[in-house]
């Protein structure tokens, strides 16, 4: 098969499962690296915000798919999950926000390998900024609270990219944009209880974001106030209040249930070898194993925001 014919190919199986994509030359990599430079000069980057968040990215393809040609990014819709834990006798309910699941990368990454090693190509996964290629691609433009938005479709995806060594015919590169609508919109910027967002400039405050606190393990500040928290992970305050999101505000899964035993062994940080076997399925089952060490520490400002 050609080239095109294996991308027609691609997006199909993307449009049929439901979700977007967008597909652009590698020679795009080098000016990811420079936007993000470029960023971190003009919008001063909080510096443990950007040694953590933003030094990891690898901006080569040299040793992991040396002739590569492309990138696709794709981006899947993805619920708000809901957990139920039972605590002195009462079912509270705790959210995770959508993009969390990783498990749909591991089978798109499957999926699309099926799809192209057949042919002679293949494909790998990336560490670049999902959100930059994604908006930069033209498959998504930023709020002003610096989630990404699929247009007419909300924010509720979640983004993942591949290096490819298939050659692209349309070559798309747009410039970072923020969505139209957000010119005349400050909802986000009203309901973020830290203070955040800030309309005089176009990176939020990542220092002052809950979700920057909530997933790693460092003490929370003093200016977040428990109250301020709303999900085990991450925080929805300016998602949720948004026009964009209005369609997928109210989609919820269920995803799993703890017994008042399950809450009291995860509240007492009991080490994740010691809890039961079933429990620890359970936390994988939602891709919360790896960041199992934070949530004592965030479960408990949920269960016990007084
Ligand atoms: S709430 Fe309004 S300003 Fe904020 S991202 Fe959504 S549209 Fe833009
Ligand atoms: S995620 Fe929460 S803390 Fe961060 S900007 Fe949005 S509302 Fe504010």
């Known amino acids: 098969m050609m080239h095109s014919d294996i991308i027609s190919s691609i997006f199909s199986f993307i449009v049929n499962a439901g979700y977007v994509a967008k597909i652009t030359s590698i020679e795009h990599l080098k000016e990811l690296e420079d936007d993000l430079a470029i960023r971190k000069r003009k919008d001063k980057f909080d510096e443990n915000f950007y040694k953590e968040r933003l030094t990891s990215f690898k901006f080569t393809t040299d040793t992991v798919l040396p002739d590569?040609?492309?990138i696709i990014v794709i981006a899947v819709p993805q619920p708000t999950v809901v957990l139920i834990f039972r605590r002195?006798?009462?079912?509270?309910?705790?959210?995770?926000p959508p993009t969390y699941d990783y498990s749909v990368n591991i089978e798109i990454e499957k999926r699309l390998k099926e799809i192209i090693k057949p042919e002679g190509f293949n494909i790998c996964t990336t560490s670049i900024p999902l959100k930059l290629i994604a908006v930069r691609s033209g498959l998504a433009e930023y709020g002003r609270n610096n989630i990404c938005y699929i247009p007419g479709k909300g924010s509720f995806f979640r983004l993942m990219a591949f290096f490819s060594n298939l050659q692209c015919k349309e070559d798309i590169w747009k410039p970072v944009c923020m969505m139209e609508r957000c010119k005349r919109c400050k909802a986000c910027m009203l309901a973020c209880p830290t203070g955040a967002i800030d309309d005089r400039r176009f990176l939020i405050y990542a220092e002052k974001c809950i979700s920057f606190h909530n997933e790693h393990g460092i003490d929370f500040p003093e200016n977040i106030d428990r109250s301020f928290h709303n999900c085990l992970l991450g925080c929805l305050k300016c998602q949720i209040v948004c026009p964009e999101n209005k369609k997928t505000v109210k989609?919820?899964?269920?995803?799993?249930?703890?017994?008042?035993?399950?809450?009291?062994?995860?509240?007492?940080?009991?080490?994740?070898?010691?809890?039961?076997?079933?429990?620890?399925?359970?936390l994988d089952r939602l891709g919360l194993i790896d960041d199992y060490s934070l949530l004592a520490r965030n479960l408990s400002v949920l269960l016990e925001p007084s």
Request: glycine content about 6%; hydrophobic content about 40%.
């Open 68 to 70: 590569a040609k492309s």
């Open 88 to 96: 002195n006798g009462i079912d509270q309910q705790v959210i995770i």
């Open 251 to 282: 989609w919820f899964e269920v995803g799993a249930q703890f017994s008042e035993f399950e809450t009291s062994v995860i509240l007492n940080g009991i080490s994740l070898k010691e809890i039961p076997y079933s429990t620890q399925k359970k």
